[in-house]
């Protein structure tokens, strides 16, 4: 299916092509997760239709379908993933998992959902939402840009009375400028004293440099941002667009990075 063999058919079941609906719907490894969850007579229709008809039908087809408490499109979509998940641990680890153990996994991943939909804040342990906020401070460099966020999420992070917070950000000239300080004349350098001095109260803290595609929920704000008024933006709840991000950073979906030498 991505040209990692040039054998065709499934090394799994032996079907005589592994194209995608056979990965995700019809081999050996994803076929009775399906026949588990689509007992349905409204399911009947739909088990033999091809790729384009079958995605159609289950993502918008049955958008305001709902599989006990929870919608079927997103079901569909982290069954999905599961299965393909599930079967390079197969293939490339040669580790299998019983189908009980799928269907619970399913399970566990939709009452996160369910909890993400309905919980004002959520514990940061388990990857879930706290509180957030997007700033827009109209046209300045990325570095300034970058700065004032950082100045911002402490403030508001003391403000919450949190006593430990680790900041990540996709910029490493103003992570870099936190830890190692910057020259008097330094432009940024009022802004970058004013972050460091909230840092030195007694709290812990870590600050890092990461690519955006590990934090999407913050790439996600930043865009958010920019289309809205000046200023600071406090958000209890997270917006809708957030939700899919959320809970793809729970199930641990990886975001494809490009990387230049």
Not at 24 to 35: G, M, S, T
Not at 56 to 77: E, Y
Not at 228 to 244: E, K, M, P
Request: glycine content about 4%; aromatic content about 10%.
């Amino acid at each position: 299916m991505c040209n990692l063999s040039s054998e065709a058919s499934c090394n799994l079941c032996n079907h005589h092509l592994e194209d995608t609906i056979h990965t995700l719907r019809d081999c050996n490894n994803a076929a009775p997760i399906w026949n588990s969850l689509m007992m349905d007579i409204r399911f009947d229709c739909c088990k033999n239709k091809p790729l384009k008809e079958w995605f159609t039908f289950n993502l918008v087809t049955c958008k305001n379908l709902s599989f006990g408490d929870w919608n079927w499109p997103v079901v569909f979509a982290i069954v999905c993933w599961q299965v393909w998940k599930w079967r390079n641990a197969k293939v490339f680890s040669n580790h299998s998992i019983p189908l009980d153990k799928k269907l619970e996994t399913i399970a566990n991943i939709m009452k996160e959902w369910n909890e993400i939909q309905s919980r004002d804040k959520l514990d940061k342990p388990k990857g879930r939402w706290l509180t957030g906020f997007g700033l827009n401070i109209g046209n300045c460099s990325i570095d300034s840009a970058e700065l004032w966020v950082i100045y911002h999420g402490v403030k508001y992070a003391r403000q919450l009375g949190m006593d430990f917070v680790e900041i990540e950000s996709d910029s490493n000239n103003s992570v870099l400028a936190i830890k190692q300080g910057v020259s008097i004349n330094h432009t940024l350098a009022p802004l970058v004293n004013a972050i460091k001095e909230l840092l030195t109260n007694d709290w812990h803290w870590k600050i890092e440099y990461i690519p955006r595609e590990k934090n999407m929920a913050a790439d996600w704000l930043a865009k958010w941002s920019c289309n809205q008024n000046r200023g600071l933006h406090l958000l209890c709840r997270f917006l809708t667009g957030l939700g899919n991000i959320i809970l793809a950073d729970c199930v641990g979906v990886g975001h494809p990075r490009l990387v230049t030498n």
